[in-house]
């Protein structure tokens, strides 16, 4: 069957006992070599968020959340402001994010004037008691717009990138004279950003934040809002994941990842795992195997990020050491 590999690397446990440590993801498909450095500055700038959190002892839900909006708003992924157009022309953007320790979660689906849906799901997590942790389109927002948050134009976040990007691949269904022959393929943007975190307390946290596949019909949710598909926490790890959302879902790759880990696995061994039997079991209509990618961080500080597209978009940083970013 098609497709690639999966490959990984481990991430070393904090160097100072206890501390605190942070993956991030901007996203696994085949990032063109003109974007590399616009990824790579985003990411530090994520992370510059992330480690700011965590040295001055904020929680690990405080620097998942940060990472994610400085992503969401730079610009630079299909996420918050930069997502990618739907059929109609329109940014449509989904976030989850979970706390490890209460297994607590919240999440949006469908919203259009958030530029920040992280602080919103965050929001939700926090404020729900239990009975709505999931919310979406105008309902999501009218919670917003009653809570202090700021609601925008769908314009505003549109980037001049997506509006070409949209035009072209009108023009692409309209030559191929069929629906969506493209959508599962590495070439087009799948840069779904995410963060783990580990605080000094030892709390983890996951959060995933996307503006979908391109082209897609409108109201289509993936696997970025769903706990345990495209992210997952427990006390005993967090992850994050990035790819072909609907196989992402149907393989549930962030819990089963969380759940190789909880039974004894290896970080970098459960992550590529998960996905060599993604790809061997779900394949897109041209019969190649479903990729993506995932980053996890472990009780302990250790972890792991894993892909199998040509390319990741990631970076990491732990107590003791430096930060890294690599695309």
């Not at 596949?213 to 696997?223: C, E, I, Q, Y």
């Amino acid at each position: 069957m098609g497709g690639r590999m999966p490959v990984s690397e481990a991430i070393e446990k904090p160097g100072t006992d206890g501390g605190a440590a942070v993956l991030l993801h901007g996203g696994a498909w085949d990032i063109p070599p003109g974007q590399h450095e616009a990824h790579l500055l985003a990411l530090r700038d994520a992370l510059g968020s992330a480690r700011g959190v965590l040295e001055k002892d904020g929680g690990a839900l405080d620097a998942a959340a940060a990472a994610v909006a400085s992503m969401e708003s730079s610009g630079t992924f299909d996420a918050g402001r930069g997502g990618v157009l739907n059929l109609d022309g329109e940014v449509e953007l989904d976030c989850g994010i979970m706390c490890g320790r209460s297994l607590d979660y919240g999440a949006v689906v469908g919203v259009k004037r958030i530029e920040n849906p992280v602080l919103l799901a965050r929001f939700i997590l926090e404020s729900s008691d239990g009975s709505a942790r999931i919310l979406s389109c105008e309902g999501a927002e009218r919670i917003a717009a009653e809570n202090g948050f700021t609601l925008v134009a769908n314009d505003k976040l549109v980037t001049e990138r997506e509006r070409v990007r949209h035009s072209e691949l009108r023009q692409r269904l309209a030559d191929y004279h069929t629906s969506h022959p493209f959508l599962a393929s590495d070439n087009v943007p799948r840069g779904t950003v995410g963060c783990v975190a580990r605080d000094r307390g030892g709390r983890l946290a996951a959060a995933t934040s996307t503006g979908g596949t391109p082209m897609r019909p409108a109201g289509r949710v993936g696997d970025s809002a769903l706990p345990g598909a495209g992210y997952y926490a427990s006390g005993s790890a967090a992850c994050s994941a990035t790819g072909w959302g609907e196989a992402i879902t149907a393989s549930l790759l962030a819990g089963r990842s969380v759940d190789g880990v909880e039974a004894g696995g290896v970080p970098a061994e459960v992550l590529c795992a998960v996905l060599e039997r993604m790809r061997t079991s779900i394949r897109n209509r041209d019969g190649r195997g479903a990729t993506g990618g995932l980053i996890l961080l472990d009780f302990e500080g250790s972890g792991a990020f894993a892909f199998s597209t040509p390319h990741m978009a990631r970076a990491g940083w732990s107590e003791g050491g430096e930060g890294w970013a690599a695309v």
